[in-house]
């Protein structure tokens, strides 16, 4: 049986990365975050990094694409959005910015219908009309501590679900501002068959992942959960019925992403 290859290492950031996104329509292409204040693309084809972007003295907590153009790209540092085009090279002048949030923001997300959500340690969630320019909503009293995770749901335009650090899980219609469902993954009902070891580390939320619309016939339509206690959570969404199946696993987990029909974690060993 062969060794497993030695893991890549991309290198182009001065301190710490913060976030990591990938391409869909130019596969190999990653972009990346840091507390350096950068964003690093790289090309999986090539050795270095291609290009950096300064984009201030303040740590870039999270990226997103514009939906249907990868070229506009949204970048997240303290309280405040910035909108680039790279294309533009080195004149990293924003063409966009947006300082709704009053507290430092965790992470930003783009929907297919011009609607960016904006989740801040204060516990709220802006949610911007992007081709408007302007703030469509504020999502307020679904979390009592830091929102550390938001995502649109594909296949209902109008409803987002966030993850928080008080370990609640809401859903909610932005049309209306207000959330219809409220699970606390810190319960004893939510706790219940909880593995050894994990009792001492908090149900937080510090991660959420949904499947694009082109793998739902797959996948179906589900939302993944990486909790603070070492539980991935697989909730199926059909239509007000949720069907809740809670995996563990030996360490608390920080993040979650899809590859194909795959599932990727990662965690604090």
Known sequence: MSSPAEPRRLRGHRSTATC???????????ATSGEDGCVCWFDMRCKDVQLVMEIGKEAVSSLCFKPGNEDIIYVSS??????????????????????????????????????LAAADDGGEIKIIDIRQQCLYKTLRNGHSSICSSVQFLPWKPWEVITGGLDSKLVMWDFSK?????????????????????????????????????????????????????????????????????????????????????????????
């Open 20 to 30: 990591c996104i990938a391409s869909r329509d130019r596969p190999g292409l990653v």
């Open 78 to 115: 303290g309280k405040e959005v910035k909108c680039f085009d790279v294309r533009l090279g080195t004149s990293w002048t924003p063409l966009e910015c947006y300082n709704y949030n009053k507290e430092e923001i965790n992470q930003i997300v783009c929907s297919s219908k011009s609607f």
């Open 177 to 269: 501002g207000r959330p219809f469902k409220v699970v606390d993954l810190g319960s004893s009902e939510m706790k219940s068959g909880n593995s050894t070891g994990q009792c001492f580390n908090p149900a937080f939320v510090h991660s959420i992942a949904l499947p694009d619309v082109d793998m739902l016939d797959k996948l179906g339509k589900i939302c993944v959960v990486a909790r603070g206690d070492g539980g991935i959570d697989k909730i199926q969404i059909l239509g007000g019925d949720y069907t809740w199946i809670t995996l563990w696993v030996v360490i608390p987990l920080l993040f979650l992403a899809w590859h194909f029909q795959c599932l990727v974690s990662g965690g604090s060993s």
